[in-house]
């Protein structure tokens, strides 16, 4: 899988890609449907998987969230730590990309602002893993304005090439890394934090890793992850949520 900073690259786009399509993607280790809270549905649409919780009414959510998927990663990587959302009434789409590469499909998420789910919330903030947040930054900066109801962005082991900078807006930003990332590291969050807005929030995960933020790993050349998957997820889940309430 590759990272945001791969594809800050030009030169090697080309044959980067071609590399990785040559590659097998990245399973879940789990069915998705063993990961779903009680009254929790996933509903797979083709062009994502739909996570929501079944409602009493028809009112939509405040908040809703755009998932682009880590490179060679399949969407059911992601159910385990993004359902519980669902069952806080938070609808989740998780983005399904050409070979597993959202690189090839950067507005991906049209498919959710245009399509049937829209209505479900207010308000979507877009979210990626790696290369999917990268692409999900690309959305942002060159096509979000089209759409009202896009209001923040989540990178999770990741950051917006230097052509999709942020920098100069006030597009909320939650940025949130694993300590032992050997992948998307420290040295990448200093090199491109300057493209991220200035009221950016950061975190970082003790002990966290960059597979750890799926349920595929482990993962090539990435560090150890010494603490729970589950609890990595929680604590993605809990900053998630938590910046959700200030969008």
């Not at 044959?15 to 399973?27: G, I």
């Not at 498919?111 to 903030?125: D, N």
């Not at 998957?229 to 200030?246: A, C, D, P, S």
Request: aromatic share 6%.
């Amino acid at each position: 899988m590759t990272t945001a900073k791969q594809h800050a690259r030009p030169a090697i786009v080309v044959a980067l890609v071609a590399a990785l399509v040559s590659c097998a993607s990245y399973q879940p280790l789990t069915a998705p449907s063993s990961s779903l809270p009680p009254g929790v549905t996933l509903d797979d649409r083709g062009e994502y998987l739909l996570v929501t919780r079944a409602r009493a009414d028809a009112a939509p959510a405040a908040h809703g969230i755009i998932f682009y998927p880590g490179g060679l990663v399949e969407p059911e990587a992601y159910v385990s730590m993004l359902a519980p959302l669902a069952e806080q009434g938070i609808p989740v789409a998780i983005l399904r990309v050409p070979a597993d590469l959202a690189v090839f499909r950067p507005a991906a998420a049209e498919a959710v602002l245009e399509g049937e789910a829209a209505p479900l919330a207010e308000t979507w903030t877009l979210a990626g893993h790696s290369l999917g947040g990268a692409m999900a930054a690309r959305f942002m900066a060159r096509d979000a304005e089209d759409y009202a109801s896009v209001q923040g962005l989540i990178l999770l082991a990741s950051y917006p090439a230097g052509s999709d900078s942020l920098a100069g807006t006030e597009v909320p930003v939650l940025s949130v890394w694993a300590e032992n990332d050997a992948l998307s590291t420290a040295e990448d969050r200093e090199e491109t934090s300057a493209r991220l807005p200035a009221n950016t929030q950061f975190a970082i995960i003790a002990g966290g890793n960059h597979a750890g933020f799926g349920e595929y790993g482990p993962q090539d050349d990435d560090g150890p992850l010494e603490i729970p998957r589950e609890e990595q997820h929680r604590q993605v889940r809990e900053l998630i949520v938590g910046f959700l309430e200030g969008v």
